[in-house]
């Protein structure tokens, strides 16, 4: 009721109107003022009036309708929906808004299906000397949205997994998010490597990616730059064997998490992706995800 109030107040000086009331304490003239003034003005000039004040409720009227909407929609949601698992039927192949992550020089894929898992629809992954992912490209602000939520579970630990070498670098689990190119984050021949990037396949890759990944030895909480690249960085958030076959819920602070592993802001999120991968170590590994949220 305030804000209808507060658009009635001003709308007429921010809009052209075809009439202006005169001056007076109500911002409005009544039909009772308008009847009164009848016998004083003549017939035809009480019929003016009664058109132009029904002209002018109509064009108030059109304009709440209008600006409501707006009003609305500017008010951001507090979570964001990225990786809505649960409301997907097992039928379905793929998760609505995702596709399919995959890398040329990688053949064997993972697979990925719908199952139910504990009366609820979940994503399970199964790799077998393999690599491949699901995405969502998406963008986010992260100091809009900083908290990501998620929940996982593993049946197995590789035992050649290493976080700190190439050979290694497979996971039972992980979730990816990737940061949009911001060019005032890179030197000047990396501008050139990533142009070149954009010319070859039509777009600029991410400028960096964090990975929450269940590593098999490293401690819970490590941060351990990618062996690959140092614009990736690998987060152990569940390690070991200690939690498998069981349901796990994660939450991180990923503005936080990005401004520890990168020293300084994060650009807008570009993607977000699960990913079970064997394909350095060889081995096989069984896991399912759930739903993924953002939060503020």
Known sequence: MELKMHCLKNIQNDLPLPWSPPPSPSPLPSPKRLRAGRHRNGEGKYDDAIRDYKRLCIYLFMFLLLIFPLYASSQSQPIMEVGKFSAETIESKIPSDWKPLTFKKIERHTTYSFVKDEGTIVVKAVSESSASGLVREIKIDPKEYP??????????????????????????????????????????????????????????????????????????????????????????????????????????????DFRKAFNYEPPMISGVAIMTDTDNTGERAIAYYGDIVFRK
């Open 147 to 256: 908290i990501v939520q998620w929940r996982w579970k593993v049946e197995n630990v590789l035992k050649k997994g290493n976080v700190h070498i190439k050979e290694g670098d497979d996971y039972p689990a992980r979730l990816y998010i990737t940061f949009e190119y911001d060019s005032s984050k890179l030197g000047f021949f990396e501008k050139v490597k990533y142009e070149a990037i954009r010319l070859l396949y039509g777009q600029y890759p991410p400028v960096a990616a964090i990975n929450y990944i269940w590593e098999s030895k490293a401690p819970v909480g490590a941060f351990a730059p990618n062996p690959y690249t140092d614009r990736v960085m690998m987060i152990v958030v569940e390690s070991g064997e200690s939690r498998l076959n069981q349901w796990v819920n994660e939450e991180r602070n990923l503005y936080q």
